[in-house]
């Protein structure tokens, strides 16, 4: 009896034991530290003194200010003219010019394939991707972001978008409604992306469409703004357009609203100090307003074209207030990621360096270095004193950073040095041009079930009109002749039956008009039996008479399925019955059917 009591209370014991270890195993296994989240914030077309933290007493940033002063900043960080590259180069380490990258518009912004992302990366190392906001790098897969590294996708891929409240946007290839004010809803979903992914690592990458234009901002950030004297302004007030500048600044302030709400929500899961916040802008402002007496705008290879704020804040790990002045540029942004993840990338190599080490040591030794900037034919040269510029002239920028003075004849022997680095460069990298890009646009990719073709990608004959110069928001209209057409340049890359969604509009007293789709011997053909003619919009909502294309809602209609080849071969959308018009043309939409 004893014996068995004794073999029982040894077997209960080692039960407890072992339950003990289990529980103390899972202990462990939950107090084990996740690697660091991270958070990259970009705006669209704001300047380096778009920023209360740089000095500009017009508006008030605290929140963003907040990533500085908890953090890092860097007083010299370049990125490109425009957005497209600067886009390509944080997101890769390596130029754009050896990317593919040479427009921003009709198929000229698309990265080239086989180029890992920051994204890919961090996925390999079980981060949870996404990316709320205007990509710019390609519409279609392989170039979309869901195929470069993203689980999410929420936004645009266009460059610029025609309306900012609640306008038609993608959800991983899928057209869907937004939902209010576009940079809130941006952040909405960054933040509910967050909220789901609170207890794995995960990557953000919000890169906000304001204040690009066109000039929308709700009231109650405009109505601080309007009427508004402003204590600074740009240094040839003459060329200043205050209304621009109210409008910019209020899109601004409205950025800064949202990174606050990213920050406070940070702050209530617990997440602040194993999370890595990084803003920065993608190039210089998109007008004539206070930059620090900065030479240039955006598109402009000067000082104020590239010149970026570029912040990090580490809780716990970045000292606060930590200022480097060593140069850093958008191809540092992924290399100086993954030196802070402290991640090693073997097969990785980029034309960017690691910052991490002058993050935590701003004096640590620096070897002097060039970061090159390059738009429309124009290249200019910084290193860590000056700065070449397209027309070869030399400035000292730490003692003439807003480019006054020519140098060259003083010190020709590191213009020359200069000249030389910039002539290798270009031989180096030479880009692409419209002229010598033959990437057909790419549908049916085997691994996503949607295609995008939107206007912006296509061409027209005969009298078909785009409705503005800018393509990226723009649609066909004025098809008044049955023999015009529109047409895409199309590699289709897995062969397929797809269903074929056209978004148009057509006026009153067209319905029976013909409508033919058709790829060599396969074609579609349906009758538009619904007339939809909305008004245009958007100057409703605009501060400022824009430049780019009004909008209007379109319609789908189901055209049917196509049966595509694999290969390369024009898609051409044609009339077979017109009666005064034929339909507006804003996108075909393609879905797989297996």
């Given amino acids: 009896m004893c014996r068995i009591l004794k073999i029982g209370t040894s077997v209960i014991l080692l039960l407890l034991l072992l339950t003990n270890c289990k529980e103390v195993t899972q202990d462990a296994s939950e107090k084990k530290v996740q690697r660091p989240n991270v958070i990259l914030i970009m705006a669209d077309d704001q300047g380096w003194g778009d920023l209360s933290f740089h000095g500009n007493t017009n508006l008030n940033t605290p929140n963003i200010d907040a990533i500085a002063r908890n953090g890092v900043s860097f007083t010299n960080f370049f990125v490109q003219p425009v957005c497209s590259p600067t886009r390509a180069e944080l997101l890769t380490g390596k130029y754009f010019t050896r990317l593919g990258v040479h427009d921003t518009s009709a198929g000229g912004e698309r990265m080239d394939i086989g180029v890992p992302t920051i994204a890919d990366i961090l996925k390999n190392y079980g981060y949870k991707t996404a990316a709320f906001g205007k ?9 979309h972001p869901n195929a470069r590294g993203f689980d999410e996708f929420y936004g645009f891929a266009s460059g610029h978008w025609g309306n900012y409240f609640s306008p038609m946007l993608e959800h ?251 002539l290798k460069w270009l031989s180096k990298y030479p880009p692409l041009t419209k002229e010598t890009d033959d990437r057909p646009f790419t549908l049916g990719h085997p691994n996503f079930k949607f295609t995008q073709l939107p206007a912006r990608d296509a061409m027209a004959t005969g009298e078909i009109e785009r409705s503005n110069r800018f393509p990226n928001n723009t649609f066909f209209t004025n ?89 390369r071969m024009p898609l051409v959308l044609k009339l077979d019955r017109i009666k005064s018009t034929g339909p507006d043309v804003r996108l075909l939409h393609f879905e797989r059917i297996e």
């Fill in 135 to 143: 990509w710019h790098n390609g519409m279609q897969p392989p170039y």
């Fill in 172 to 422: 991983n290839g899928a057209v869907v409604r937004g939902n209010g004010f576009l940079a809130d809803d941006l952040t909405d979903h960054a933040i509910s992306f967050i909220q789901t992914h609170k207890n794995e690592p995960f990557f953000v990458y919000l890169p906000l469409n304001t204040p690009h234009s066109p000039m929308q901002v709700p009231d109650a950030y405009w109505n601080r703004f309007k009427d508004k004297e402003l204590n600074m302004a740009y240094q040839n007030p003459e060329e200043e357009d205050t209304q621009f500048t109210w409008a910019a600044l209020a899109m601004v302030e409205n950025i800064d609203v949202n990174v606050g709400r990213i920050s406070e929500h940070l702050k209530t899961l617990g997440l602040e100090g194993n999370t890595i916040v990084i803003y920065l802008s993608d190039n210089g402002p998109n007008g004539w307003r206070w930059n620090g007496g900065l030479r240039g705008k955006k598109g402009a290879t000067d000082e104020g074209g590239v010149k970026t704020p570029f912040y990090i804040r580490w809780k716990d790990h970045i000292k606060p207030g930590i200022r480097v002045d060593r140069i850093g540029g958008s191809v540092d942004i992924t290399p100086t990621l993954l030196g802070l993840l402290d991640l090693s990338e073997n097969e990785f190599k980029a034309d960017g360096v690691n910052l991490a080490p002058w993050i935590f040591e701003p004096n640590s030794a620096y070897k002097d270095r060039i970061i090159y900037n390059h738009w429309a034919g124009r290249t200019s040269l910084r290193s860590q004193k000056y700065r070449l510029d397209d027309e070869n002239r030399l400035y000292d920028m730490v003692n003439d950073p807003g480019q006054k003075l020519d140098i060259a004849e003083k010190l020709p022997k590191i213009q020359d040095s200069l000249l030389q680095e910039k």
């Fill in 479 to 567: 098809w008044t002749q049955i023999k015009d057409s529109i047409y895409w340049d199309i590699e289709t890359l897995k062969k397929g039956k797809y269903q074929v969604t056209l978004y148009y509009t057509l006026p009153e007293g067209n319905e029976g008009t013909e409508i033919l789709l058709q790829q060599g011997k396969k074609t579609l053909k349906t009758t538009i039996s619904e007339v939809y003619d909305p008004p245009l919009k958007g100057m409703e909502n605009d501060r400022v008479a824009r430049m780019e294309s009004y909008v209007k809602d379109f319609k789908p209609l189901n055209l049917g399925v196509l049966e595509l080849d694999a290969g």
